[in-house]
């Protein structure tokens, strides 16, 4: 491929995939023409495609493609894991307490076979607790079980498995499993959201508005002899999919909106702002403690799928971080967002050459970080703009003033930004959205 630093004019824009899904069905509404050749705008590719083939093209300025060479920094458990320790570890190195003390919104995690000692300690230390093992490089919930006594176990430690010589070993992550989750009508949930990074260096978030909660189709119970019904504890949807109460119509989900309206009208604005505004941050934390390890490059951007959970004292969780989400719908509103989101980002990847470089919101995302935290504007009622209703007409929101930076408790410095207009009300005043009070029943809700 040549080098050229601009995009031949006149010529269709490309794409190529694989993948037969929203990510399809949104590439070809734009009118970007396919191809199996070398000759893309844009590859939306598996990431094995990343470490067996990227390297080893070379790839004109313009060209993207939809992952970072070491993605799995952040998406595989037991490295993400590893990474938000070192974080820590460097935040209380560096005197930053308050921010280490920030860094702790993953369950307790060993790694195993390697920290079975360890956790063996910590395991008779609480004999009470619940367990949960996941392998860490297996999806939709396969292999995962929970368990409360060492000998449950048993088979699995003398498994192969455990072998640490073995270079074939499986290697697992085992947490303490969050028993008191926030449950909505008896259910367990958790929340799949969104986050498009488009540069590590400097790191450049945008956070989109809409996102869903994925409920289990069993009423929840923290008894030990429940610990084998994984339409109660796992909420992957090819889990639910298996179990005789699955709800096909609604996909045993719910909008992050609807969550947001039905805490609201139980905790009132102020505490669910501050709910979500936490899970805006755990977002963001989990992405600083990557942002240093990895392979930024100007080809690359990622759409992470952040899988999160609270407890029922509104403790913020990451479960998982996904560098794949599923595109694939299960219901008719879970393609239309899915096929937005993916919209809205190649918007802000903007192959087209339509953006001026001083936007705030593209769509339904909200720019939350470039370089510095990007904060809402003092005529917001909201410190995120998680959960509001996507604006249905401007698709772009624009500032008007440069940030402005300030380092706020020791940490990170903060901007103040200025939204220009952009035509309607900006989310949180849109028809329907975060202030009004419609009625949305929760997945199984009677």
């Not at 993948?19 to 023409?33: C, D, H, P, S, T």
């Not at 039905?262 to 942002?291: E, H, N, T």
């Not at 029922?312 to 595109?327: C, L, Q």
């Not at 989310?427 to 009070?437: A, I, K, L, M, W």
């Amino acid at each position: 491929m040549d080098d050229r630093k601009i995009r031949p004019t006149g010529k269709p824009l490309t794409f190529r995939t694989t993948f037969r899904n929203a990510v399809y069905e949104a590439l070809k509404r734009r009118g970007w023409k396919e191809t199996e050749g070398d000759d893309w705008d844009l590859h939306w590719t598996e990431r094995e495609w990343m470490s067996e083939v990227f390297d080893q093209v070379h790839l004109s300025s313009w060209q993207r493609v939809n992952h970072f060479r070491n993605q799995r920094e952040l998406c595989r458990k037991d490295l993400m894991v590893k990474n938000l320790k070192r974080h820590k570890r460097q935040l209380q190195k560096d005197s930053n307490q308050a921010e280490a003390e920030a860094f702790n919104f993953w369950p307790l995690t060993y790694v195993l076979p390697g920290d079975y000692a360890l956790f063996v300690e910590e395991f008779k230390r609480n004999p009470t607790s619940l367990w949960i093992m996941k392998p860490v490089g297996r999806a939709q919930g396969k292999g995962i079980f929970l368990f409360k006594h060492l000998k449950e176990i048993a088979k699995w430690k003398s498994d192969s498995r455990y072998n640490t010589e073995n270079n074939d070993a499986e290697t697992y992550v085992v947490q303490r499993y969050i028993a008191n989750p926030y449950l909505v009508a008896g259910r367990k949930f958790d929340i799949r959201m969104y986050a498009l990074v488009t540069s590590y260096q400097p790191l450049t978030v945008w956070l989109h508005r809409s996102g869903f909660c994925r409920f289990s189709s069993t009423r929840y119970s923290s008894s030990a002899n429940t610990m084998a019904d994984h339409t109660m504890h796992l909420t992957n949807v090819a889990i639910q999919k298996k179990s005789d109460s699955y709800d096909s119509d609604t996909g045993g989900k719910w909008g992050l909106r609807d969550l947001k309206l039905y805490l609201m009208s139980r905790y009132g604005p102020a505490m669910v702002d501050k709910l979500y505004y936490d899970i805006q941050m755990v977002v963001m934390r989990s992405l600083f403690s990557v942002q240093n390890v990895m392979m930024n490059d100007k080809h690359c951007f990622e759409l992470y799928g952040f899988d999160i959970l609270f407890d029922d004292s509104f403790k913020v969780y990451v479960i998982e971080v996904n560098a794949s989400p599923s595109m694939t719908a299960n219901t008719k509103e879970d393609m239309d967002l899915k096929v937005e989101l993916l919209s809205s980002a190649f918007d802000i990847l903007d192959l087209e050459g339509n953006l001026q470089g001083n936007e705030l919101r593209v769509g339904g995302y909200d720019l939350i970080h470039k370089g510095i935290p990007i904060k809402q504007n003092g005529a917001s009622q909201y410190s995120t703009m998680l959960g509001c209703d996507v604006p249905v007409g401007d698709q772009v929101a624009r500032s008007t003033e440069k940030y402005v930076g300030s380092t706020v408790n020791g940490g990170p410095p903060e901007a103040e930004v200025v939204k220009g207009k952009a035509g309607k009300k900006d989310g949180s005043g849109t028809r329907g959205g975060s202030n009004s009070r419609r009625n949305s029943k929760a997945p199984g809700a009677t």
